[in-house]
């Protein structure tokens, strides 16, 4: 993170192409960004995120904690309360199928909805500081967190790139 006395760069651009070429320029300075887009473009994915989502990880944990969870309910409850049919096992592993394949899902799903909201940072109800209305309707936004001696050199990039406006405000 970026110390508390750090100022927000935010470039205003007309042109998505322009906005990626910023990006790149911030990411080789290796500062921390957030881009804006007033519509989902795969090519803004793969600019500023271009690593598989760690959210799968959570998920696949989630799906095999959820199995076992299902089967272990089952096969704990049938232990507890043992019923003999026709002398098969108390223990009849075809018959948890069904609980196991369940709270695979319900936790597989569960788990990802939190990986997303961890992994997001949904909600980010406090890290508005360089939010303009104008990126949800026509323009692309780049805010870039850096230390008060970066701030020119950072205008001066962001304005090379393509800006139409480079603004500075004070960060979270």
């Not at 598989?52 to 232990?79: D, E, H």
């Not at 890290?127 to 950072?154: E, H, I, L, W």
Request: net charge negative; with cysteine; aromatic share 10%.
């Amino acid at each position: 993170m970026v110390e508390s006395s750090s100022r927000a760069v935010v470039g205003v651009f007309t042109y998505m192409d322009d906005a990626l070429e910023a990006v790149n320029k911030v990411k080789a300075a290796n500062m921390d960004y957030r881009m804006y887009s007033p519509v989902p473009r795969h090519e803004i994915e793969e600019v500023t995120y271009p690593e598989k989502s760690p959210v799968r990880i959570l998920s696949l944990v989630g799906a095999i904690v959820g199995c076992a969870s299902g089967f272990a309910l089952a096969i704990l409850c049938s232990l507890d309360w043992p019923l003999r049919t026709s002398a098969k096992n108390v223990v009849s592993i075809p018959a948890f199928f069904v609980p196991g394949y369940e709270w695979t899902i319900l936790f597989g799903g569960l788990s990802t909805l939190l990986g997303i909201f961890i992994f997001c940072k949904i909600p980010s109800v406090l890290r508005t500081a360089g939010y303009d209305p104008r990126f949800s309707n026509d323009k692309f936004g780049v805010v870039v967190a850096c230390a008060m001696g970066q701030v020119d050199d950072m205008k001066r990039r962001m304005l090379d790139s393509g800006a139409d406006e480079v603004d500075v405000r004070d960060s979270l």
